[in-house]
């Protein structure tokens, strides 16, 4: 049964990006390219993903950040042919080649096409937190994976900007890899 999973890195104080929007501290990490079996955990984790879903700001930052635009084919050696879905309120350039969807507005029609898209496979909410959040809201997250890396900011965009409290979080997994470490935990819906 596929899953819709929030995958993503995080500071030991809970940010995914700083102040500015930057994922810049992320790529001072060793985050261990390989598992002890010499495969690329990310790799394998994306290989389980039929369609993603993330917001603008993050749209925007992997556009500049990779100059895809510019540079398009690396929208394709990251993603393949993977369709995604861009939340945004303001007009967004596309990138040329990408199967991608611009949308805005309630979670759960958006979430029941990228269902459909994936098939058997996951739906990968890469971020932000609130839109990670707002698929918690409608019930539709289930599992939440966060590479813990040694950093602190300070402040920025927080992990998840909602109260869920433990007797819905049941911790599934922890792995070492490189500097950071991985904690995987099994979401339930939250009751209305």
Same mark, same amino acid.
């Given at each position: 049964?596929?899953?819709t999973? &929030?995958?993503?890195?995080?500071t030991?104080? !809970? &940010?995914?990006?700083d *102040?500015h929007?930057?994922l #810049?501290w992320?790529f001072?990490?060793?985050e261990?390219r390989? #598992?002890?079996?010499?495969?690329?955990?990310?790799a394998?984790?994306?290989?389980?993903v039929? @369609?993603?879903?993330m917001g @603008? /700001?993050t749209y =925007?930052?992997?556009? #500049?950040?990779?100059s %895809?635009? $510019?540079?398009?084919?690396k929208?394709?050696? &990251?993603?393949?042919?993977?369709?995604s879905?861009?939340?945004?309120?303001?007009d967004? *350039? *596309?990138?040329? !080649?990408?199967?991608?969807r611009?949308v805005?507005?309630d +979670?759960r029609p958006?979430?029941?096409?990228? $269902?459909? @898209?994936?098939? =058997?496979?996951n739906?990968?909410v890469?971020?932000?937190? =609130?839109l990670? !959040?707002?698929?918690?809201d409608a019930?539709l997250l289930d599992?939440v994976? %966060? !590479?813990?890396?040694?950093a602190? %900011?300070?402040a920025?965009?927080p +992990?998840?900007?909602r109260?869920?409290?433990?007797s819905r979080? $049941?911790?599934?997994?922890v =792995?070492?890899?490189?500097?950071? @470490?991985? %904690?995987t &935990?099994a979401? /339930?819906?939250p009751t209305?």
């Open positions: 049964m596929s899953k999973q &929030y995958y993503t890195a995080t030991i104080d !809970g &940010y995914i990006a *102040p929007n930057s #810049d992320l001072a990490v060793d261990g390989e #598992d002890e079996a010499g495969a690329n955990p990310f394998t984790f994306f290989a389980g039929g @369609a993603f879903v @603008a /700001t =925007e930052w992997i556009l #500049d950040h990779e %895809l635009l $510019t540079r398009p084919e929208w394709q050696e &990251y993603y393949g042919d993977v369709p879905w861009v939340f945004t309120h303001r967004l *350039p *596309p990138i040329p !080649g990408a199967d991608l611009f805005q507005g +979670v958006v979430h029941a096409a990228m $269902t459909a @898209a994936a098939g =058997e496979k739906i990968w890469t971020g932000g937190g =609130e990670a !959040g707002a698929f918690d019930g599992e994976i %966060l !590479g813990v890396a040694p602190t %900011l300070g920025g965009a +992990v998840l900007p109260r869920i409290m433990p979080l $049941t911790l599934t997994g =792995e070492k890899r490189g500097q950071f @470490a991985y %904690l &935990y979401v /339930t819906p209305s």
